[in-house]
């Protein structure tokens, strides 16, 4: 996962909070809600539940909203027509894109995703063909402030952590997506504050990119899928040259 954007990823994520705040509550509520209407209300029974709650504390969320979303999943309605879906897109420079969605309207969606791609210089792929290129991980993020490479290391590595990396920034912590939570639980439990974590879609191929026009052209794509109301994640294989760069 060579050159993968994870710490501007993580920059932009808090940025993002403040400028698009309401936007960001009403993609978590949406996920809280579907995912208490599939496994119920408990986090401790529900592992897709406890995802979005990590997403929720990251973001600063009230709790307010958050009762209020599983109640409304527990209690019918939202959540029980929506369907999810995966686009495979190829961008623009040939960045590979996975987009996760949640729908209430199949037709209009699909009009809508393949509206922006096409704007924006890229197409839909095949199926397989985009997929093939990334793997699911859980992925943990640490800033260096947090903890000492040994600490961080130990308790990841003893809790079944498959992989850990330090960089300048901080420590990347890979594991099977099966092994996350247990990893995840094991550096909360000795005190380690997370930045990130999730099970996400990592590239095991990535396209570099060059100069600030084809950087420009992936992330004008790649940002105009997030401001979609239905997408959940926007995945790319993209390696920038200045990870400051990333959208």
Request: proline share 4%.
């Amino acid at each position: 996962m060579a050159g993968h954007s994870k710490w501007a990823k993580v920059k932009h994520f808090k940025g993002a909070i403040d400028a698009k705040r309401g936007k960001i509550f009403s993609k978590l509520s949406r996920e809280i809600t579907i995912a208490a209407k599939l496994a119920g209300g408990d986090p401790a029974m529900n592992p897709r539940l406890r995802m979005v709650l990590l997403k929720c504390r990251a973001a600063n969320m009230p709790n307010d909203n958050i009762e209020r979303a599983i109640k409304k999943g527990l209690g019918g309605g939202e959540g029980a027509s929506f369907e999810e879906l995966t686009y495979e897109i190829y961008g623009p420079n040939g960045v590979a894109l996975l987009v996760e969605i949640s729908t209430d309207n199949r037709n209009r969606t699909a009009a809508e995703i393949r509206s922006i791609v096409t704007k924006s210089g890229g197409s839909i792929a095949t199926p397989g063909s985009v997929s093939r290129l990334f793997q699911r991980k859980g992925q943990i993020i640490i800033a260096r402030e947090a903890a000492t490479e040994d600490q961080a290391m130990e308790a990841a590595l003893e809790a079944g952590a498959e992989d850990f990396k330090a960089e300048a920034q901080g420590y990347e912590i890979l594991t099977e997506p099966a092994k996350f939570e247990a990893v995840h639980k094991a550096l909360e439990a000795r005190g380690i504050k997370c930045a990130a974590a999730e099970v996400t879609s990592l590239p095991s191929v990535t396209v570099p990119l060059s100069g600030e026009q084809s950087v420009a052209a992936v992330n004008k794509l790649i940002e105009a899928l997030e401001e979609h109301d239905d997408v959940k994640e926007v995945y790319s294989n993209a390696e920038y040259p200045d990870p400051a760069l990333a959208a």
